[in-house]
């Protein structure tokens, strides 16, 4: 597969994310790097598929990106994930351009659903328990449901899908009208 088939895929997921967003770009990330599979991060001393961090970089594992949009319901999908921590470092680095939205009060409200989800953690079985690590893997976790299986998010976590449909400002159920949010 060539490059621009390459950047084509991965830069879906960054539109996807932000379609209903009035600032839709991740300003301070202008650099993306492919690696054929996992590969090994020194900030975390580990293997990883992906890494996005606050220098400007979104690491991904080619072969985890494409097995993310092989199966569009099996719910990992690490393109979106990775841009999801895009969106929200960008966020916090430029929270001046974010201030008078209605992001930064869904954001909020998101941080707030995530407190009281560790507390009632077994109660939320349909997300993977990678979503609790901390309030930005919750956050790219959910953006990764909320795209693949937005259903079953909805009628399983509804004022959680709610929040998402609020924050993202469209809602994937609505597919006949445009992914309007109402």
Aim: contains cysteine.
């Amino acid at each position: 597969m060539d490059t621009l088939e390459k950047r084509i895929i991965v830069l879906s997921a960054l539109v996807q994310l932000t379609f209903g967003l009035n600032k839709f770009d991740v300003s301070s990330f202008d650099f993306v790097v492919l690696y054929p599979r996992s590969f090994y991060s020194k900030y975390l001393n580990a293997r990883v598929k992906g890494l996005t961090n606050r220098k400007g970089t979104v690491a991904l594992s080619w072969l985890d990106t494409v097995k993310g949009i092989h199966d569009p319901q099996d719910n990992p999908n690490l393109a979106l994930h990775e841009w999801s921590h895009a969106l929200l470092i960008d966020y916090v680095d430029d929270h001046t351009n974010w201030l008078y939205t209605q992001f930064n009060s869904h954001i909020e409200r998101s941080e707030s659903y995530f407190e009281t989800a560790i507390e009632q953690r077994e109660d939320h079985e349909y997300l993977r328990s990678y979503a609790f690590t901390n309030e930005h893997e919750f956050f790219a976790v959910c953006v990764e449901h909320f795209f693949e299986t937005p259903a079953t998010f909805a009628e399983a976590l509804p004022e959680l899908y709610d929040i998402m449909c609020s924050l993202l400002n469209q809602n994937p159920i609505h597919s006949q009208n445009d992914f309007a949010l109402k």
